[in-house]
């Protein structure tokens, strides 16, 4: 793991596995939208309203990804003082965001026909709300820390540990508590859905996952680059002083 710890060399690995994994993804995630919306029959129960289930369920595990990966990097920085784990994890947060924001939002819009409302404050709704806002406050603590301690804080790395013990509950919540939402289709092993859902779903989630991965290597090699130009220009400007 220490091997990649070389910003150069995490930099040759990004240049050509980023556009790698954004390519298949995009393929992968749109041949199965296209399957999911307009090639799959309708379910017995549900109708045309299952379709949702092909961007809903991927964003939904990447939200959850997103900060697993957060924590991960936040464990790595705080036990072996990885050099690249606290970009890891910005790298990590706006996607994660974005997709919980995803989720959120086809949940809302999966949960009016199936529920009747476009809300309840159900166990796994308000958990996976409450993530959007974790994300909303690794990313604030994140940016005041990078600006009033050049990043040199743990407080980030923390918050991203703490943070974590949301994930379970999200997971489990649709067990532990009388839920509205669905239980689980797709457990270890074994999966209720037809295979003419469970393919395309499980399609869809591969595309989304190398996007995601794709996002979080471009926008790491993006903060390196804007570290590198801070700190020539630092080294610039005490140059200058110094004459």
Request: one cysteine or more; glycine letters at 10%.
């Amino acid at each position: 793991m220490h091997g990649f710890a070389n910003p150069a060399r995490f930099l040759r690995i990004a240049r050509w596995l980023m556009p790698l994994c954004m390519g298949i993804g995009v393929v992968a995630a749109t041949l199965a939208l296209y399957w999911g919306l307009f090639r799959a029959p309708p379910e017995r129960l549900q109708g045309e309203t299952v379709r949702i289930v092909f961007l809903h369920v991927p964003a939904a595990w990447l939200g959850m990804a997103g900060w697993m990966g957060i924590a991960a990097a936040s464990f790595t920085e705080l036990v072996w003082r990885h050099p690249l784990a606290g970009i890891a994890a910005r790298g990590c947060a706006v996607p994660g965001a974005v997709f919980t924001a995803v989720c959120l939002i086809t949940g809302s819009l999966w949960g009016r026909p199936a529920w009747g409302t476009w809300w309840v404050w159900d166990g796994r709704l308000t958990s996976m709300l409450v993530l959007l806002f974790l994300y909303f406050g690794w990313m604030a603590l994140s940016q005041a820390s990078e600006a009033s301690a050049g990043g040199h804080t743990r407080a980030p790395a923390i918050f991203g540990l703490v943070g974590a013990v949301n994930i379970p509950i999200i997971h489990y919540s649709v067990i532990w508590w009388n839920s509205q939402h669905q239980p689980p289709s797709i457990t270890m092993g074994k999966s209720a859905m037809d295979g003419a859902f469970l393919w395309p779903l499980l399609a869809a989630t591969l595309g989304f996952t190398l996007i995601f991965a794709g996002v979080v290597l471009a926008r790491m090699r993006a903060i390196l680059a804007d570290q590198q130009a801070e700190a020539r220009l630092r080294r610039k400007a005490m140059s200058e002083a110094a004459f």
